[in-house]
Nanobody, 114 residues
Framework: QVQLVESGGGLVQAGGSLRLSCAAS????????MGWYRQVPGKQRELVAG???????NYADSVKGRFSISRDNAKNTVYLQMNSLKPEDTAVYYC????????WGQGTQVTVSS
């Protein structure tokens, strides 16, 4: 089993920045890629960014150039640096780990005011 705990969400004005963290514990040796999804009420959860075990990132088009994902394997933690935030970035952000099965964190709210 893998446990994921997110932190760093909150309220920020448009144009501001936030950094989300996701700490993994448990059977971390089984984890391959990690990433961040987000979800707003009434919509499907969407991939924001992912990072492979080797550190290769990928991003949704909507966040390219504004968000940056990174991974500290020594700390078993993945980060999402979010800059130039927009009101449409408002969502619950979830950490995900891919392994023999998928693991999800509990989610952290990000609210961007205009």
């Amino acid at each position: 089993q893998v446990q994921l705990v997110e932190s760093g969400g909150g309220l920020v004005q448009a144009g501001g920045s936030l950094r989300l963290s996701c700490a993994a514990s448990g059977s971390i040796f089984s984890i391959n890629a990690m990433g961040w999804y987000r979800q707003v009420p009434g919509k499907q959860r969407e991939l924001v960014a992912g990072i492979s075990s080797g550190g290769r990132p990928n991003y949704a088009d909507s966040v390219k150039g504004r968000f940056s994902i990174s991974r500290d394997n020594a700390k078993n933690t993945v980060y999402l640096q979010m800059n130039s935030l927009k009101p449409e970035d408002t969502a619950v952000y979830y950490c995900k780990a891919w392994g023999p099965r998928d693991y999800w964190g509990q989610g952290t709210q990000v609210t961007v005011s205009s």
